[in-house]
């Protein structure tokens, strides 16, 4: 039997609980009813953050970068891309470092670009640099299987 995950709506920030099962059927929030999932990264503030992480229960790829970073700027369209092929199994979100430094402090993001993914409230795999589409995806889907 498959259970129910918890997604958190990136634009009312609620709960809704959707079956494993319904995840790729572009499941709506209960709330306000906007997508759930839109094939995208979700731009993130410290709040949003912590609610992703901590409340839902998909896997969370963050790409904690800054807006003056080169390498986060020419690696944006790549992770862009790589939030298409990993929806609706893992949520992807970006982290502006210069505007949420606490959070950047808590994580210890000593360079950017940095991708952190998270699993039941705990980082579980990390890896700095700019990195191509391809090479995101095939990381994020090691990283969970390990």
């Not at 709040?47 to 807006?67: C, E, S």
């Not at 080169?70 to 970006?94: I, S, T, W, Y």
């Amino acid at each position: 039997m498959m259970s129910d995950q918890t997604i958190v709506c990136p634009h009312c920030r609620s709960l809704n609980r959707v079956p494993q099962a319904r995840l790729g059927e572009a499941p709506k929030c209960g709330r306000c009813k906007q997508p759930l999932f839109a094939g995208k990264p979700i731009v993130a503030d410290g709040a949003l953050f912590d609610r992703l992480v901590m409340r839902g229960t998909l896997p969370v790829l963050v790409d904690f970068w800054a807006p003056w970073c080169g390498p986060c700027r020419a690696m944006a369209p790549a992770f862009e891309a790589a939030a298409r092929a990993l929806e609706p199994h893992m949520v992807l979100a970006k982290l502006d470092t210069e505007a949420e430094q606490a959070v950047g402090a808590r994580y210890q993001i000593r360079s950017i670009p940095t991708l952190a993914l998270f699993r039941g409230g705990r980082e579980i795999a990390r890896q700095a640099g700019a990195m191509p589409e391809r090479a995101i995806i095939d990381w994020a889907r090691r990283a969970l299987s390990a």
